[in-house]
């Protein structure tokens, strides 16, 4: 029986009994570019940190382990992980993506895989019937489960059947839940996706992004794919993110319980028109999530009456922190419609239910009953102002 995944946040198994780093109970970093050699044709097994590191190798089997993938590839950011990912497909290929999508993911398949040939199909992945969009160039379908911001659930097992039935690669962004919540690659997907910025670091201090297979000539693509465009994980980065994975669990779990009371209590808010959260048992994904994810995760995404609202919220709150990004230990409200999806075509936004009084809450660990009190100061005061 392997072990649990917060015994798996802090422990790789094959290091036990290993003193090559003198005992050190925090990984080393190596900061280094390039490694000697003791003479030609004999290696230390590192050669140059573009593509070898210690410190990044062993972030990269800490991560493969908890997704329970052979293999995983640290990058510089979230976004470095998605482009990178994309460099498996030539001109003439077609991929299928989610209508709901993190804004910079939409961006760079607008602008640049377009460009580079790629044949883009946006569709609601999960309620559409998929397997009517594809065809005989399809090689990938690209998720979300949760969407961003909108929350929306999609079958990772069922989507996974449909992609290996044609001979498909399905990609998870599995950012939002984290592998503490969610294992795709255990539901059947090819790819996992993190954007480490976020709950893997945990502390919005450092970017980072991972690729994560089970797969192994896939996982040796990736490799070369890395040594050749160069945007792996720096030493220093690789460690803060070790360092953040050790509270992984312990973060995750207080910041969804603080989400639920915080969704319950949104539901209740007269100015609040609409909850999106899937812990929520009215959210359509509810059953989907109980069967596929361990959690409901921490992110909420919630409508207000008007724009005005919306932006007086953002003005008035001062312990939550109005910011982009997400995951970390403090709680932040982001504006999709000028910041996280800013360069997603109004009409996507509009038809994704994105509006100008859509609000995005990243729920951090502190006190939940300090985040409900500030949160109905702030609607009160705006209140009234009216």
């Avoid at 009994?17 to 925090?26: H, R, V």
């Avoid at 140059?48 to 990044?56: A, C, D, G, V």
């Avoid at 990736?222 to 312990?250: E, N, Q, S, V």
């Amino acid at each position: 029986m392997g072990r649990s995944i917060d015994t798996k946040c802090l422990h790789l198994e094959e290091d036990e009994g290993l003193f090559e780093n003198y005992g050190a109970i925090s990984f080393p970093i190596y900061q280094t570019a390039t490694y000697a050699h003791p003479g030609a044709g004999r290696s230390t097994g590192y050669d140059y940190s573009r593509l070898q590191n210690p410190t990044k190798n062993h972030l990269e089997k800490v991560v493969a382990a908890l997704e329970n993938g052979t293999d995983a590839v640290a990058l510089s950011s979230g976004m470095a992980a998605i482009a990178l990912m994309m460099e498996l497909f030539k001109p003439g290929d077609h991929i299928i993506i989610d209508s709901d999508l993190y804004g910079g993911s939409i961006r760079l398949f607008d602008n640049i895989s377009v460009k580079n040939g790629i044949s883009i199909t946006r569709i609601d992945c999960y309620k559409d019937d998929i397997e009517s969009y594809i065809n005989e160039h399809t090689k990938a379908i690209y998720i979300e489960t949760p969407t961003n911001p909108m929350m929306n659930v999609t079958d990772i097992e069922k989507t996974a059947k449909i992609a290996k039935a044609h001979g498909a690669l399905l990609v998870v962004d599995n950012t939002f839940l984290t592998p503490y919540l969610q294992n795709p690659l255990d539901l059947g997907a090819d790819i996992v996706l993190h954007s480490g910025t976020k709950y893997l670091g945990g502390h919005n201090d450092t970017l980072a992004g991972f690729i994560v297979t089970k797969d192994e000539e896939l996982g040796e693509r990736f490799k070369f794919l890395l040594k050749t465009i160069g945007c792996g994980i720096a030493p220093f980065d690789a460690w803060l993110i070790l360092r953040g994975i050790k509270t992984l669990g312990i973060r995750m779990e207080r910041a969804e319980k603080n989400a639920k009371a915080l969704a319950e209590w949104m539901l209740e808010e007269e100015s609040i028109t609409k909850v999106i959260y899937p812990g929520i048992k009215e959210h359509p994904g509810y059953e989907i999530m109980k069967k596929q994810s361990r959690g409901f995760g921490a992110m909420i995404t919630f409508q207000v009456e008007s724009k005005e609202f919306a932006l007086s919220i953002l003005e008035k709150v001062r312990m939550i922190k109005y910011a982009e990004s997400l995951g970390g230990v403090e709680t932040l409200i982001t504006y999709p419609t000028t910041q996280t999806h800013a360069d997603v075509p109004k009409e996507i936004r509009e038809k994704n239910g994105i509006t100008e009084a859509t609000l995005r809450l990243s729920v951090g660990i502190e006190d939940v009953e300090d985040l409900i009190s500030e949160l109905s100061a702030v609607f009160e005061e705006i209140k009234n102002e009216k």
